[in-house]
């Protein structure tokens, strides 16, 4: 069954062993794929090359869209598999893009990479293929604020979020710009009984300066409301470059 991937460049697709960079398994050596493709539209989304293609007018503050062609790579479930083989990992980061879009095919995939423990990045709308589910050991479950740019009731889907505040295996993980993103998180915690414990917050950023302004009011928020900081480990050690 065919995957969509994104690229490094042209015709490679975005498959590398690195670093988890953020949420709770940061700093872990993992092996990486990238799905293209997402139902959401984040203004600062740093891996817009995954879905905000020529002909998209959907706002993005790079004002930068991409050719689909260049920027997309279609390959098996069996070549994906044994791409990530070879990489020699015993940790699988399926990110995106959301990947959740392509649950069924993600679920053969899977299943042809047994022992490999696997993390799930998702923005949190999509239901997990029923398939592609018990191949999963944890879900990093990034719900998009307001100000992302997405209407709330494409991104923030009361029944979705329900779901993930009573999975055990979903940690949730959100981009903070301002601290008033802070009381969001909070009022969504509440409404959907969010336990503190499984909640990381992670300053939006893609350079070393900005991600450090905004840890530096962050942190004190983090330990007076109980909820714990997620650095963006890649960006220090390699970056925002793809492949990483
Ligand atoms: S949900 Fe993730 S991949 Fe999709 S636009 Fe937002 S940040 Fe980008």
Known sequence: MPLVLATTTPGEPEIFASLQGEGPSQGKPVAFVRLSRCNLACVWCDTAYTWHFEGDNRPHRSGATYERKANQVVLSDEETAER???????????TGGEPLLQGAALAKMLALLPGVRVEIETNGTV??????????????????LAHSGNPADLALVPER??????????????????PADVEEVLALAERFA?????????????????LEAREAWLAPLCVEHKLTLSKRLHIQLFGDTRGT
């Open 194 to 210: 969010i336990p503190r414990e499984r909640i990381w917050l992670m300053a939006e950023g893609t350079d070393v300066a900005t």
């Open 161 to 178: 979020l329900r779901h993930w505040a009573a999975e055990p295996r979903a940690a949730f993980k959100f981009v903070i710009a301002g």
């Open 84 to 94: 990530i083989a070879a990489l020699d990992q015993n940790r699988l980061v399926v």
């Open 127 to 144: 239901e997990p293929h029923p398939a592609l589910d018990p191949l999963v050991a944890q879900y990093n479950v990034s719900p998009k």
